[in-house]
């Protein structure tokens, strides 16, 4: 990653707690109405520690993540330790991030990257969205997210975060093509993402699924393939999107209601196409990115 990760989640965290100490502590999120802000708090405490553990243990294993989670020291309930230990945890996840390599083997959740790089890229990211979910929550306008890293939260969307959900398509499961959607940052290449549907009956209860999935079309084998590189597009209803790095970046995660908040003033993502394209696209979005 040619970004300073480490400076940058420092950054991050610093305006995060920042808002968040503004804030009353069951003032809920906008952009997370499940949490209140000292729900956000924790969650921006018990990630960074996880991850922590993951690299000082040197996990490579599901069965190793999972000891991690179980053994996880439980949420305090006084908010000042609260903070202290989410800035704690901030401190020990640069420690780890600054011992390794981007190259190095560790466990993900996505099977497509199990390295320490796209934990940094992950971390990175995770801590930026939740920042504008403090700043949401604490009335404040969000501030802008450096350009870079904007096309860079957009990309690991495209590449990590909707392609990762082909990882729980079960066997019995049935994947369509359902619409193909060009999306275009500004200073950006346009990107063009494949929207797939996987349905099916589970055969255990009866129970029926039918949900989103998207991958970008020139992914790599593994990483989300299995809507079918044999699409036909030309079939498909399509849609374009197009606006800044820093208005798709928050498109992207969910964070659409951060558009008129920006510091900078309002920003803009434009969708134009066919209206069964949009509606598919959609409902991807609808799928929500903590």
Do not use: K, Y
């Amino acid at each position: 990653m040619s970004i300073d990760a480490l400076t940058a989640i420092r950054d991050e965290a610093d305006r995060l707690a920042a808002a968040l100490a503004a804030a009353d502590p069951e003032q809920r999120v906008p952009t997370c109405p499940d949490w209140n802000a000292a729900d956000l708090l924790w969650h921006a405490t018990e990630v960074p520690e996880f991850w922590s553990a993951v690299l000082a243990q040197g996990v490579t294993t599901d069965e190793g993540a999972t000891e991690i989670e179980e053994s996880a020291t439980p949420r305090p309930d006084d908010l000042e330790e609260l903070r202290q230990r989410r800035a704690a945890a901030v401190d020990g996840l640069l420690e780890q991030l600054g011992a390794h390599s981007d190259q190095e083997p560790a466990w993900f959740w996505f099977s497509a990257r199990q390295d320490v790089g796209v934990i940094r890229r992950m971390q990175l990211h995770e801590v930026t969205i939740h920042r504008v979910d403090a700043e949401l929550t604490a009335g404040r306008p969000v501030t802008a997210i450096r350009e870079d890293i904007a096309h860079a939260g957009l990309e690991h969307v495209l590449e990590v975060m909707w392609p990762a959900a082909f990882d729980w398509i079960p066997d019995w499961a049935t994947i369509t093509p359902v619409a193909h959607v060009e999306i275009t940052a500004e200073g950006g290449a346009v990107q063009s993402l494949l929207i797939s549907r996987w349905s099916g009956t589970r055969p255990r209860d009866g129970n029926e699924f039918d949900a989103p999935v998207g991958r970008l079309l020139d992914a790599p084998a593994g990483a989300g393939a299995g809507s079918g590189p044999d699409a036909d597009l030309d079939s498909l209803p399509r849609a374009a999107v197009s606006g800044s790095a820093t208005a798709l970046d928050l498109w992207a995660w969910g964070r659409s209601l951060a558009l008129e908040h920006c510091a900078g003033g309002s920003e803009r993502v434009e969708i134009v196409g066919d209206s069964e394209a949009m509606a598919q696209l959609e409902s991807l979005l609808a799928q929500g990115l903590d």
